[in-house]
C-alpha cells in the first residue's frame, strides 16, 4: 500500500509548465551512440564525457513541461559542462566533471547527493522516487528504499556500467548481464535467462523494463497489462540499437532510423508521427509522452501533453541529447566533438546543420545564405564560401572557434554562406 505521502507523488501536480529557451539541460552524448534517454519511472541513460574542445558557450541548455518541483528549473553549476542527464518522475540529475548534481523533489531525498558521488562517476538514472549512480563500477542509490529499491545488492558493487531506476525497482548492466532488485509485483526483477549474458542496454519502465541484445533484438518483460511487454513483429525483425520504457509503453529504434512504440494506446503515445520514422538517432520515454532526436538536430516528441512537455520550442534544432521526465523534457543544444555546425539565427538558435565533411551545396539542407552563426568543433580549419561547390569569397574558422554573430565586421559573412569544407 502507498502511504499518504506517497500518494501526494503518485498524483500530476499542478500546472505549472516552464520553457527556458535556450537555457536548459545537459549532454547525454548521442554522439556516442549510447541511448540517451531516460523516462521519469522509466528509462535510464548514463555515458561518460568525451573532450571537447569547443567553448562552454556553445552548448545551449533547455527544458520544457512542468517545473512544478523546480525539475526543469536547471542550477547554474550545470548549465554548461555537463556530461550526461536523467530525468526522474519529478526530479532531475546530471554528471559534470564526473560529481552528480540533482534538483526538483527531494520529499525523500532523492536529490540529496551523498557525499562520495562529487569525484568518479560514470553513469546516473533518476527513477519515481529513487536516484542511482555508478562510481568506480560500484552502484550507489539514495532516495526512497520503498520495496527495497536502494538496497544494492553484493553483486553489483563491481562491474557496473550502466544503471537503470524505475518506479520502485532498480536495474544494473554488468559484463553484459542484467541486475534486478526491488519491487518485484508484477516480475520486473525476475529476469529471463536471455537477460544472463549478451546485453548491451536496459531500460526500466514503471513496472516493466527491457534490454536490449547484442544482435540487437528486444527483451522484455514484467508487467504486461498494456501489451508492454509485448514485443511487435516488427521490432524483433528489425535492427534495434536503442530502447526506451515508459509508464506502461515502450519505444525501440531501429538501425534504420525508424522509431517503433507498442503498449497502452491512451495519450495518443503510440501514434509515431511521421517525422519520427526516419533520420532517429535516440529515444527517451516520459510517463505517458515520447521524445525522438532527429540527425539533423531536430527534437520530435508527441503523447501527453498536459504540461507542455512535448512542445520543444527553442530546443527544435540543434539538439544533441533528450531525456523525459514524467512531466518535463529536457534537450541540449550544441555542436558534438568533431562537428562543424552552422546555425540559421544567432547565438546558436534556429535552423540548424553538423557536418563532418565537405558540404557544397548548402540549398539541400535549406541554409544556403541563412548562416548566421557556427561552431568548428574539429581539429582542423573549416570554410565557408559566398558560393556554391567552394566558390566566390570564404572565411576561415580555426579549430575550436565559435561565432556567435557572423554580422560581426570581423567576420561580416552573416547570410553569406552557401559551401563549407574542411581546408
Known amino acids: 500500500m502507498i502511504t499518504p505521502r506517497e500518494a501526494a507523488h503518485c498524483r500530476p501536480p499542478a500546472r505549472n509548465p516552464r520553457r527556458i529557451g535556450t537555457t536548459a539541460v545537459l549532454l547525454a552524448l548521442a554522439a556516442l551512440g549510447l541511448v540517451p534517454g531516460h523516462p521519469a519511472s522509466a528509462a535510464a541513460s548514463s555515458a561518460t564525457a568525451a573532450a571537447r574542445i569547443v567553448p562552454e558557450d556553445s552548448q545551449e541548455i533547455g527544458a520544457f513541461g512542468d517545473n512544478a518541483y523546480q525539475q526543469s528549473a536547471i542550477p547554474s553549476a550545470v548549465q554548461k559542462g555537463a556530461s550526461a542527464i536523467s530525468a526522474g518522475r519529478f526530479h532531475s540529475l546530471a554528471l559534470k566533471n564526473n560529481a552528480v548534481y540533482a534538483w526538483g523533489s527531494n520529499l525523500y531525498q532523492q536529490t540529496t547527493v551523498p557525499k562520495e558521488l562529487s569525484s568518479g562517476v560514470t553513469a546516473i538514472s ?233 558540404r557544397p551545396y548548402l540549398s539541400s539542407d535549406s541554409l544556403e545564405n541563412k548562416v548566421s552563426s557556427v561552431t568548428n568543433n574539429t581539429k582542423q580549419n573549416w570554410c565557408i564560401y559566398r558560393g556554391d561547390a567552394y566558390q566566390v569569397e570564404a572565411r576561415v574558422v580555426p579549430p575550436g572557434k565559435t561565432i556567435p554573430d557572423l554580422a560581426d565586421p570581423a567576420w561580416n559573412f552573416d547570410n553569406a554562406t552557401r559551401s563549407a569544407r574542411p581546408c
Not at 255 to 262: E, I, L, S, T
Not at 278 to 303: D, M, P
Not at 305 to 319: E, L
Open 126 to 358: 533518476g527513477g519515481y522516487l529513487h536516484s542511482l549512480a555508478v562510481k568506480d563500477g560500484k552502484v550507489i542509490a539514495w532516495g526512497s528504499d520503498r520495496y527495497d529499491a536502494t538496497k544494492v545488492p553484493q553483486d553489483s558493487q563491481s562491474g557496473v556500467t550502466a544503471v537503470a531506476a524505475g518506479q520502485f525497482f532498480s536495474l544494473a548492466l554488468k559484463d553484459g548481464k542484467v541486475i534486478a532488485w526491488g519491487d518485484n509485483r508484477y516480475q520486473q526483477t525476475q529476469l529471463p535467462q536471455q537477460t544472463q549474458s549478451g546485453i548491451t542496454a536496459i531500460a526500466a519502465g514503471a513496472y516493466h523494463a527491457l534490454a536490449l541484445t547484442a544482435d540487437k533484438k528486444v527483451i522484455a518483460w514484467g508487467d504486461n497489462r498494456n501489451k508492454q511487454t509485448a514485443v511487435p513483429p516488427e521490432v524483433q525483425s528489425s535492427s534495434i540499437i536503442a530502447i526506451a520504457a515508459g509508464r506502461d509503453f515502450s519505444l525501440a529504434l531501429s538501425d534504420q532510423g525508424r522509431v517503433y512504440a507498442w503498449g497502452s494506446e491512451s495519450r495518443s503515445k503510440l501514434v509515431v508521427p511521421e517525422t519520427a520514422k526516419t533520420q532517429v538517432t535516440a529515444i527517451t520515454a516520459g510517463y505517458e509522452h515520447a521524445v525522438a532526436l532527429r540527425s539533423t538536430g531536430e527534437v520530435i516528441a508527441w503523447g501527453d501533453d498536459r504540461y507542455q512537455q512535448t512542445r520543444p520550442a527553442a530546443a527544435q534544432w540543434g539538439t544533441t541529447a533528450i531525456t523525459a521526465g514524467a512531466y518535463h523534457t529536457l534537450a541540449v543544444r550544441g555542436c558534438q566533438t568533431g562537428s562543424f555546425c552552422m546555425w540559421e539565427d544567432t547565438n546558436y538558435t534556429g535552423r540548424s546543420g553538423f557536418y563532418k565533411s565537405e
